[in-house]
């Protein structure tokens, strides 16, 4: 089974209200050969909601209480980033998935590149917390452009 981020598969649960579809995705959800997770919402945050960065460091960094991940206008989103982390993890081991596919650049999700941290639109190196936690534990973890690149269908 793939874990997959539930916005790649058209479910309007990005921050601002929308989904990142891409029918890739869309398909493998309609063929029932994914479950789709939203860690964000699964922390408890709503639909649409602030955007939000990790600030000085990574989703690892968030993980071990060195960094935060902060909105645009300064509220302190750590603890429903973290829960939305465990709460994946939780069904990535229920459903004893063998990859996940996650939203590039996402606070949460981004694998490989996170946005800076300053809502400037710049990356930096770097995994999201749910993205983190799932590879701290073993799970083979891809971000969507890296899985469509890989089969030439991005």
Same mark, same amino acid.
């Not at 539930?6 to 989904?19: E, P, V």
């Not at 606070?107 to 400037?120: K, L, Q, R």
């Given at each position: 089974?793939?874990?997959?981020? #539930?916005c790649?598969?058209g479910?309007n649960?990005?921050?601002?209200?929308?989904?990142? !579809?891409?029918p890739?995705?869309?398909?493998?959800?309609?063929?029932? *050969?994914?479950?789709?997770?939203? /860690?964000?919402?699964?922390?408890?945050?709503?639909?649409p909601?602030?955007p939000? *960065?990790?600030i000085n460091g990574?989703?690892? %960094?968030?993980?071990?209480?060195? #960094?935060?991940?902060i909105?645009n %206008?300064? *509220? %302190?989103? +750590? +603890?429903?980033f973290?829960?939305?982390a465990?709460? +994946?993890l939780?069904?990535a081991? !229920?459903?004893?998935?063998n990859?996940?596919?996650?939203k590039?650049?996402? /606070?949460?999700?981004?694998?490989?590149?996170?946005y %800076?941290?300053?809502?400037?639109?710049?990356?930096?190196?770097?995994?999201?917390? +749910? #993205? #983190?936690?799932?590879k !701290?534990?073993?799970?083979s973890?891809v971000?969507?452009? *890296?899985?469509?690149?890989?089969?030439?269908?991005e």
């Amino acid at each position: 089974m793939i874990l997959i981020s #539930a916005c790649l598969c058209g479910l309007n649960c990005k921050y601002n209200g929308g989904s990142n !579809e891409h029918p890739v995705f869309a398909d493998m959800l309609d063929r029932g *050969e994914v479950v789709t997770v939203c /860690p964000e919402v699964l922390g408890g945050l709503p639909i649409p909601r602030k955007p939000a *960065e990790i600030i000085n460091g990574t989703g690892y %960094d968030v993980l071990e209480g060195t #960094a935060q991940v902060i909105s645009n %206008d300064g *509220e %302190d989103l +750590t +603890t429903p980033f973290l829960l939305g982390a465990k709460r +994946t993890l939780e069904l990535a081991r !229920e459903y004893d998935v063998n990859l996940v596919i996650l939203k590039s650049n996402s /606070p949460s999700c981004g694998v490989g590149e996170i946005y %800076d941290g300053t809502f400037s639109h710049r990356l930096r190196e770097g995994c999201g917390v +749910t #993205a #983190a936690l799932l590879k !701290e534990n073993g799970f083979s973890v891809v971000s969507d452009v *890296e899985y469509l690149k890989e089969r030439g269908q991005e």
